[in-house]
C-alpha cells in the first residue's frame, strides 16, 4: 500500500518557524494566542517568519508574501518544524508556489488546521511526506491536550486521540486498511476538486470535520466530491465533530446521511468526536499516513512510523 513517508522527530528546544498561509492575525487572535505560545516558547524555540503578521485585507499579506514566509522557513536549516498560525478561505491561492522539492529535501513536519489543509494534502501528495492535520497556534492549540507537540516525538501515537473510543460511533461497519488524506470538508472540497492532487489520492481513508455546516450544506460536499470521482477511492471514513446551528426548517440528522453514504460506497464510516472546530483532544492527525481502520474493535492503528 502507497503511503508518504515520514518526517524527522521534533525534539524540545529545536526551532519551529510560524507562518500565516490564509487569514491575517487580528489583535483579537493576537490576544487569543498568548496563552499558546507561552507553550510553544516553553518548549521550542520560536522563529516567524517575516510577513506572518502582515494585514492585506481579508489576507495574511499578498501571495507572494505569504509564499515567501514558507520559502524562508523551509530553507533554514535550524528549523524543524513550521505551524500554520490560523486558517481562513485563502490557502489555495498557494497551491501551485509551494516549494515542493525542498519539503521532500528537508522532511520536516508541518501542522496546520481548517484551511490550512489545502496546503497539507497537495504537499502530502507531491512531496511524498507526512504532515499534520492538527491545532494552530491561535485558534485551537490552548484547546487542544497535544499542545506540546509531543505526538511528534513518537513513532506511532493514537492518530485520533487517546480518548477516540470514548467518543466513537460506528455508523457503517467494516475493517479496511487506507491512506490518510483529509481536514475541513469545505475548504477541502472547494480547493481540491478537480485538482491532479485530488486525482493523485489513492485507496483513502477520507477523515473531515466541519464547523458550522447544517447535513444540507455537507450533503452538497460530499455530492461534490462524489461527481469528482474521489469516492471511487474512498474506502472509509471518520467524521469529527460537526457543528451547525439548527435552522428553521428541520435538518435532516447528520448520521442519516452519513448511514446513506456508507450503505450506497459500501464502505465503514465511523464518527469520533475527538477533533474539530471546538474544545476537543484536537490530535496531531497524520495525513498521508497508512491506517487500519476496525470498527468491530473500535480502533483506527498507525501500520508505520510517522516520525523517525
Known amino acids: 500500500m502507497y503511503h508518504a513517508q515520514f518526517v524527522s522527530r521534533l525534539l524540545q528546544g529545536e526551532s519551529v518557524g510560524l507562518f500565516s498561509p490564509s487569514e491575517p492575525l487580528t489583535n483579537e487572535r493576537i490576544i487569543r494566542m498568548r496563552?499558546?505560545?507561552e507553550i510553544l516558547e516553553s518548549n521550542y524555540n520560536v522563529i516567524w517568519?517575516?510577513?506572518?503578521?502582515?494585514?492585506?485585507?481579508?489576507?495574511?499579506?499578498?501571495?507572494?508574501?505569504?509564499?515567501?514566509?514558507?520559502?524562508?522557513?523551509?530553507?533554514?536549516?535550524?528549523?524543524?518544524?513550521?505551524?500554520?498560525?490560523?486558517?481562513?478561505?485563502?490557502?489555495?491561492?498557494?497551491?501551485?508556489?509551494?516549494?515542493?522539492?525542498?519539503?521532500r529535501e528537508r522532511r520536516i513536519p508541518i501542522i496546520g488546521f481548517s484551511d490550512t489543509c489545502v496546503l497539507l494534502n497537495p504537499i502530502s501528495?507531491?512531496?511524498?511526506?507526512?504532515?499534520?492535520?492538527?491545532?494552530?497556534?491561535?485558534?485551537?492549540?490552548?484547546?487542544?491536550?497535544?499542545?506540546?507537540?509531543?505526538?511528534?516525538?513518537?513513532?506511532?501515537?493514537?492518530p485520533f486521540g487517546e480518548t477516540?473510543?470514548?467518543?466513537?460511533?460506528?455508523?457503517?461497519?467494516?475493517?479496511?486498511?487506507?491512506?490518510?488524506?483529509?481536514?475541513?470538508?469545505?475548504?477541502?472540497?472547494?480547493?481540491?476538486?478537480?485538482?491532479?492532487?485530488?486525482?493523485?489520492?489513492?485507496?483513502?481513508?477520507?477523515?473531515?470535520?466541519?464547523?458550522?455546516d447544517p447535513p444540507q450544506i455537507i450533503d452538497q460536499y460530499l455530492s461534490g466530491l462524489e461527481n469528482a470521482g474521489f469516492f471511487k477511492e474512498v474506502k472509509g471514513m471518520i467524521v469529527g465533530k460537526v457543528l451547525y446551528e439548527e435552522c428553521e426548517r428541520k435538518n435532516r440528522p447528520l448520521n442519516d446521511l452519513l448511514y446513506e453514504y456508507g450503505k450506497k460506497m459500501n464502505i465503514p464510516i465511523v464518527k469520533i468526536d475527538t477533533f474539530g472546530h471546538c474544545k476537543t483532544e484536537n490530535p496531531m492527525i497524520p495525513i498521508g499516513a497508512s491506517v487500519s481502520l476496525n470498527t468491530y474493535t473500535q480502533t483506527i492503528v498507525l501500520k508505520h512510523p510517522v516520525v523517525i
Open 164 to 212: 477516540a473510543s470514548q467518543y466513537w460511533t460506528t455508523i457503517t461497519s467494516g475493517q479496511v486498511e487506507g491512506v490518510l488524506y483529509g481536514g475541513n470538508l469545505s475548504t477541502f472540497t472547494i480547493a481540491l476538486s478537480g485538482t491532479e492532487c485530488l486525482k493523485r489520492m489513492k485507496n483513502v481513508i477520507f477523515f473531515w470535520e466541519s464547523a458550522s
Open 35 to 37: 496563552s499558546s505560545l
Open 125 to 158: 501528495v507531491y512531496s511524498d511526506i507526512i504532515t499534520f492535520y492538527g491545532p494552530n497556534i491561535a485558534g485551537k492549540l490552548i484547546e487542544s491536550s497535544h499542545a506540546d507537540m509531543s505526538d511528534l516525538r513518537n513513532g506511532f501515537y493514537a
Open 49 to 103: 517568519g517575516s510577513n506572518a503578521l502582515k494585514n492585506d485585507f481579508y489576507q495574511a499579506g499578498t501571495k507572494e508574501e505569504r509564499i515567501n514566509d514558507i520559502i524562508e522557513l523551509i530553507s533554514n536549516k535550524n528549523i524543524k518544524a513550521m505551524l500554520a498560525t490560523w486558517g481562513g478561505k485563502n490557502g489555495n491561492q498557494l497551491i501551485n508556489q509551494l516549494p515542493y522539492e525542498q519539503f
